[in-house]
């Protein structure tokens, strides 16, 4: 059973950084794309940013130039910078991992606050 566990979420004033991290319990590069996502109650969950094993990066609109993706295969982690955080970051952040289109893991979720 695969298993996706966040950390590194909390409470930050608007301009702060965090970096959350995802540790999996298998070889993230049996994974072919790893990424984040968030969600906001009453919304879906959206997705952030993901990389694939080709090296591939791709970035939601709202978060390009502030946020960055990356992982350390070595660690079976993945990362994700977060820098001048805005209020409208605030969310419950989701670790994923597509092993193919069928196999589709989450993380349990890390609180990002952002105060104004």
């Known amino acids: 059973q695969v298993q996706l566990v966040e950390s590194g979420g909390g409470l930050v004033q608007t301009g702060g950084s965090l970096r959350l991290a995802c540790e999996a319990s298998w070889d993230i590069l049996s994974f072919y794309e790893m990424g984040w996502y968030r969600q906001v109650p009453g919304n879906e969950r959206g997705m952030v940013a993901n990389i694939h094993n080709g090296g591939t990066i791709h970035y939601a609109d709202s978060v390009k130039g502030r946020f960055t993706i990356s992982r350390d295969n070595a660690k079976n982690t993945v990362y994700l910078q977060m820098n001048s955080l805005k209020p409208e970051d605030t969310a419950v952040y989701y670790c994923?991992?597509?092993?193919?289109?069928?196999?589709?893991?989450w993380g349990q979720g890390t609180q990002v606050t952002v105060s104004s």
């Open positions: 994923n991992a597509k092993r193919n289109p069928w196999q589709n893991y």
